[in-house]
């Protein structure tokens, strides 16, 4: 009889810091049933060897900067069967994308001494901006068990079971206290997508917004309440830039206090 051959996946990385990668390789306990239903193809932040695609499932970390990365991704989605962005940076440009704001070439000579070998694009940009993404996976970092959901959920042939609502239903299941109602203490909560567990909130801290806009997500009201505790419109803009910046929904929040 012939053996049943095992699901092939490859792990690809951008422009990041590999912490999404490394959610991967922390699941531990959880990674060695994956290890058993799939074959590990090419993960370079794990292993040296490759395996030839087609993939089955690809996971991508990191967004595109470079005139490189842009046919590399073109190459990856063509031989990928399903193609998973995971993190902020694949899935609205991370913390890279700060530089879409300005001119990125009144960067360049601040940190490179020889500017000219530098080829880079104007934005960084997701994944989805330049291929078809089968399902992006939130967070910075991702959560390491709403990534082994994903990957059940695929190699079953089912629809993976995330969150879509935001940090605030988080903090209801939890017991802990609003800091933004007992506090005064701006939180991004409200509207952040879940999937941190409320850790911030949990230790009298309001929420960064790790994993981005939650689905139809009220930054208009919310401003208005942070502005009412007296939050200035240079804070709201720091709030909403940071690891999704570039995520719809809060660039358009943070473009609408600059001034």
């Known amino acids: 009889m012939a053996a049943v051959r ?7 990385k951008f422009a990041s810091c590999d912490g999404c990668q490394l959610s991967l390789l922390d699941c531990e306990d959880e990674l060695l049933s994956i290890v058993g239903a ?3 193809a090419s993960f370079p932040e794990a292993t040296r060897a490759v395996v030839k695609g087609p993939y089955d499932i690809s996971l991508v970390e990191g967004s595109i900067t470079t005139p490189h990365d842009e046919e ?11 193609l998973i962005t995971i993190g902020a940076c694949a899935t609205s440009g991370g913390i890279q994308a700060l530089r879409n704001f300005k001119n990125v070439a009144d960067f360049i000579p601040m940190v490179y001494a020889k500017p000219e070998y530098i080829e880079t694009l104007s934005k960084s940009t997701p994944i989805n901006d330049h291929v078809f993404v089968d399902f992006q996976l939130r967070g910075c970092p991702i959560n390491k068990l709403q990534l082994v959901e994903v990957l059940n959920a695929f190699l079953n042939r089912r629809k993976p079971v995330t969150p879509a609502h935001g940090v605030c239903m988080e903090c209801k299941r939890r017991g802990t206290v609003c800091v933004m109602v007992a ?6 909560g409200p509207v952040t997508l879940a999937g ?7 230790y009298d801290r309001g929420c960064y917004g790790c994993f981005g806009p939650k689905e139809t997500p009220n930054t208009t009201s919310m401003s208005a309440g942070w502005t009412a505790l007296g939050v200035t419109e240079p804070e709201l803009v720091r709030a909403f830039r940071s690891f999704n910046a570039y995520a719809e929904a809060f660039r358009k929040e943070s473009e609408a206090h600059e001034r």
Not at 72 to 82: A, C, E, Q
Not at 183 to 188: A, I, M, Q, V, W
């Open 196 to 202: 941190c567990g409320a850790l911030c909130p949990a």
């Open 6 to 12: 095992k699901p092939k996946i490859a792990v690809w």
């Open 72 to 82: 590399r991704i073109h190459t990856i989605r063509r031989s990928s069967k399903l």
């Open 183 to 188: 506090n005064g203490t701006p939180c991004l």
């Open 38 to 40: 799939v074959e590990i």
